[in-house]
């Protein structure tokens, strides 16, 4: 399977795609393109639903596991996280992670789950009650204040976090004078963004002190050093195989070691978060 050759390829661990209690479509073609500073999607968070995940993704991916899988869910109500949350947790996921991207349908301000404080903690509360797996919350960067989401999901018992989701971005097509994607905005990724996914691992560890997996513009060993110095316990990477390929996984992981080598770092918990004492 894809996850699989991912762990071949020399990652520690995997992530699920986001995964719904029904089969998601997504949005129509084009939904991606990228250039060398950064890559915009409009997939549409498009998933088989947890039948899928249940009858192929996790049977296959757990059958000689290779490595760790993180269990991803996405829904629209706190009813529907929280049976989302019971279901992953019977496939047997190691980490389950909320993505508290969508929209809140039930919400008085009609924004996703992980721009207000008490909605994302609203989730995190009902989550919790439904599975003992550690709960990570992934969140995103398109707050004010992402430490006060990330205070308000510890204090409901989230184990730790995975920052960040996706900007918002778009592009336009000069020669046809429209916007490139169908769904015309996308969700924003590569190289460009980890400046932002830096500070906001860095001001969530700040806050809270709890585990993150730090996410975006991950692209060489030396961006997952410094991802790591901001707070990060573990570096995930995506949009780096559209510039690396697969392969780029172990070789990211060797960079990180040659980085080690040359500055006399023996163990990574010498550098974990090292940048908030500063």
């Known amino acids: 399977s894809g996850l699989k050759n ?19 479509v997504g949005h129509k073609n084009p939904t991606m393109f990228g250039t060398k500073h950064y890559f915009l999607n409009a997939v549409g968070l ?17 059958e000689d596991k290779p490595a760790p899988i993180i269990g991803n869910v996405v ?18 996921p190691d980490i389950i992670e909320l993505n508290l991207g969508c929209p809140n349908v039930e919400g008085e301000h009609g924004k996703p789950f992980s721009c207000v404080a008490g909605d994302a903690a609203a989730v995190v509360k009902e989550c919790r009650k439904r599975t003992k ?8 960067p398109n707050v004010s204040d992402i430490s006060e989401v990330a205070m308000a999901c510890a204090a409901e018992g989230a184990d730790g976090f995975c920052a960040i989701n996706t900007l918002y971005g778009m592009g336009i097509d000069i020669k046809l004078r429209r916007p490139i994607l169908t769904n015309k905005s996308g969700g924003l990724s590569g190289p460009g963004i980890k400046p932002t996914a830096v ?4 001001d969530i560890f700040k806050a809270t002190g709890l585990p ?3 996410t975006g513009g991950v692209t060489t060993g030396e961006d997952a050093i410094e991802m ?3 707070g990060a316990r ?4 995506g949009t780096m195989v559209y510039y690396r390929g697969a392969e780029g996984f172990g070789e990211v992981a060797r960079e990180m070691d040659e980085w080690c080598d040359a500055n006399g770092v023996k163990d990574l918990e010498e550098i974990i978060g090292v940048a908030t004492k500063v």
């Open 212 to 214: 993150i997996i730090g």
């Open 228 to 230: 790591m110095m901001a």
């Open 75 to 92: 829904e629209t109500t706190i009813s529907k996280f929280a049976e989302i949350t019971e279901k992953i947790d019977a496939c047997g």
């Open 234 to 237: 573990l570096v995930g990477m």
């Open 46 to 62: 498009s998933d088989g639903g947890i039948k899928k995940a249940q009858e192929e993704t996790f049977p296959e991916y757990l």
């Open 6 to 24: 991912v762990v071949r390829n020399g990652a520690g661990g995997v992530t699920t795609k986001s995964i719904w209690l029904e089969e998601h």
């Open 133 to 140: 797996k550690p709960l990570i919350v992934k969140l995103t």
């Open 199 to 202: 500070k906001c691992v860095y």
